[in-house]
């Protein structure tokens, strides 16, 4: 096993990117503590980790609540020892679906102060606590769009490109003290409940099925295949462990080589 007995953190834990990764790295041997700003849909995935075989321990946190984290982080270590592996990927509250130059700038800058605020506070404070207790990971998950210009994605690619120079800011400070910061680029998963719905109806629309919309979309990539959550969440599960322990500062692009680095 990867992870085996590593202690992991999954803030979002309850989402579709984030129970796909906790499930993950309790396939592999950690230890793993969902949050989410709510219960529903915490219990669920704990209870499918735990019917695995797996262990998960369920919490409420608000990731824009800098003291929050900090005292939740401490009460994981506490009950289950240091904390190896830290992962995010909360909900930004972006808006999707308008050209720019029908956005005010509040609906525009809403994701970027979303994913800057939660990814402060969540990366200053694992990258605190687990510089004390010999170091770690901490794994973001960003899209295509942090890097390469789409037609409206509102502030959406703007916060990704901003999350990620920030983790590589983190990664270069508390690197020092063993702490490593990582993240997963993804193109955008078609079993992820939001953009299934998008392509059925993109498909519905011009008379395919959801197989053939596939198809269209990946077309273009070298693997003629656009990654599924199992496949990112293995990503995130790479850069977690020591097989990764060289790796700072980058991504593991899951783009199937729609994106090339």
Request: proline fraction near 3%; charged fraction near 20%; charge should be negative.
């Amino acid at each position: 096993m990867l992870l085996n007995n590593k202690v992991a953190v999954v803030y979002g834990g309850s989402g579709a990117v984030g129970s796909a990764v906790a499930r993950a790295f309790a396939r592999e041997g950690a230890v793993v503590h969902l949050a989410a700003r709510r219960a529903e849909g915490l219990q669920a995935v704990a209870e499918n980790i735990r019917a695995a075989g797996g262990r998960a321990h369920i919490a409420t946190v608000d990731a824009m609540d800098r003291a929050a984290v900090a005292a939740h982080l401490n009460e994981v270590a506490a009950a289950s020892g240091p904390i190896g592996i830290v992962f995010a990927a909360i909900d930004w509250g972006d808006a999707q679906g308008n050209d720019l130059v029908d956005l005010d700038y509040e609906r525009f800058v809403q994701p970027v102060q979303n994913g800057l605020k939660s990814w402060f506070n969540i990366g200053t404070e694992a990258a605190r606590l687990m510089g004390e207790t010999g170091g770690g990971a901490i794994i973001g998950f960003t899209a295509n769009a942090a890097r390469q210009a789409y037609n409206q994605m509102g502030g959406f690619g703007v916060a990704g490109a901003a999350v990620e120079h920030f983790l590589r800011h983190l990664a270069v400070e508390a690197g020092p003290k063993g702490v490593r910061c990582c993240w997963v680029r993804s193109p955008g998963s078609p079993d992820t409940p939001g953009i299934r719905e998008v392509w059925t109806l993109h498909a519905k629309e011009r008379g395919m099925t959801f197989d053939e919309l596939h198809a269209e979309f990946a077309k273009d990539t070298p693997l003629r295949h656009i990654a599924s959550l199992s496949q990112v969440a293995d990503a995130a599960v790479l850069l977690a462990s020591d097989l990764a322990s060289s790796m700072t500062a980058t991504l593991a692009n899951t783009t199937g080589g729609g994106q090339l680095d």
